[in-house]
């Protein structure tokens, strides 16, 4: 079973950083201004001259277009800083990344034609900033297991580096576990601009991963983020700097060639690796759901990706969703791959999940 784009043999993508994201609209509630933080963002909004609107009430209107298209284009340009809400502040697990998931933002100006966020936050795609961030923060301490390690994972609704530039907030999560006893921050990116993040005081306890992808699958499917290289230098810069570090290896696509593929960016990852660092791996199958598929189509009607069903085994969980994901013997063999490229190439790594 193949996937069905035309993936003849493609060199990585030359080297090109992804332009920062500068929002067409950025809209401010009136309970995000009245936040120190807020105005922390406010005038990085300002500095930068974006376009600000004062909002009089503490709703976003005006994101809908004239269909679902033109809504995703309209949410993609705007940037809405928020505050979070009361339900932010209760954390969920998130196996098998880490022990819980917490917010900063939601939503992410790339244009993934896969993207996860797709199954998972509803109503337009726009970019949400919480600017009670010393208030999501604080909440984090009682979640933390003492005298041992807790991990938190930050990335599951955005992709906190494509915005970093606009709000900091990444940063001062760093900041604010480098403090901590037995908390450790995860996230991870598809962007390169980390320049802000080198010298941080982090006190190695935080994970900064980047996720990558075969030449035909970044290239075709991963509008507006940097390219795998450009994502492997700025990984290799943040080990430099004494970050644990790990590769995300997402969506894993089974497509013509696809061992030629991935090998190719093995080396590309031995290139940019090739020294000791703390290193780990995390290697996630495609999949979709009926609902994630039904978002994707609207919002990339034109898309080649591949998903269709009947070539798919079906996954259900406890609560009646159905995922549908390669079947049994290809998700083996795929996995028996991966884990030799690893092994090979860095003995010194961990695998810390196939899914
Ligand atoms: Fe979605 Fe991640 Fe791509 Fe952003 S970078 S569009 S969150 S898959």
Redesign the pocket.
């Known amino acids: 079973m193949v996937v069905t784009i035309d993936n003849k043999l493609m060199p990585l993508e030359p080297m090109h950083k992804a332009r920062l994201w500068m929002p067409e609209r950025v809209m401010f509630t009136p309970a995000a201004l009245e936040e120190p933080w807020g105005q922390q963002i406010l005038a990085r909004i300002q500095s930068l001259n974006l376009p600000i609107e004062e909002l009089p009430r503490n709703r976003l209107t005006g994101l809908r277009g004239a269909d679902d298209r033109a809504t995703y284009d309209i949410a993609k340009r705007t940037l809405a800083i928020v505050t979070a809400p009361p339900s932010a502040f209760k954390l969920s697990p998130i196996p098998p990344s880490a022990d819980w998931q917490f917010h900063i933002a939601e939503?992410?100006?790339?244009?993934?034609q896969?993207?996860?966020?797709?199954g998972s936050l509803q109503g337009p795609p726009v970019i949400r900033v919480f600017a009670n961030l010393p208030q999501i923060l604080a909440n984090l301490a009682a979640y933390e297991r003492p005298s041992d390690a807790t991990s938190f994972e930050v990335?599951c609704?955005?992709?906190p580096l494509?915005i970093e530039h606009l709000t900091g907030s990444l940063a001062e999560c760093i900041r604010y576990f480098g403090t901590r006893q037995d908390g450790y921050l995860r996230w991870?990116?598809?962007?390169d601009a980390v320049d802000n993040l080198l010298d941080l005081p982090h006190n190695g306890h935080t994970r900064c991963r980047v996720?990558v992808n075969a030449a035909p699958v970044a290239g075709r499917f991963?509008?507006?983020?940097a390219s795998v290289t450009a994502r492997l230098q700025a990984l290799r810069r943040l080990a430099v700097g004494g970050y644990p570090v790990g590769l995300v290896i997402a969506p894993i696509m089974l497509m013509n060639d696809w061992e030629l593929h991935y090998t190719q960016l093995f080396d590309s990852i031995s290139e940019a690796l090739d020294f000791d660092c703390d290193l780990t791996f995390e290697l996630i199958s495609h999949r979709f759901t009926p609902g994630s598929k039904e978002v994707l189509q609207s919002w990339y009607p034109q898309t080649k990706l591949d998903m269709d069903e009947a070539k798919r085994s079906v996954k259900r969980n406890k609560f009646g969703g159905t995922k549908y994901v390669y079947n049994g013997d290809t998700m083996k063999t795929m996995r028996r791959f991966f884990q030799q490229q690893i092994t090979k190439r860095f003995p010194q790594a961990s695998i810390l999940y196939w899914t």
């Open positions: 939503g992410c100006p790339a244009h993934c896969y993207c996860y966020l797709a990335s609704y955005t992709d494509g991870v990116s598809k962007f996720s991963e509008g507006g983020t």
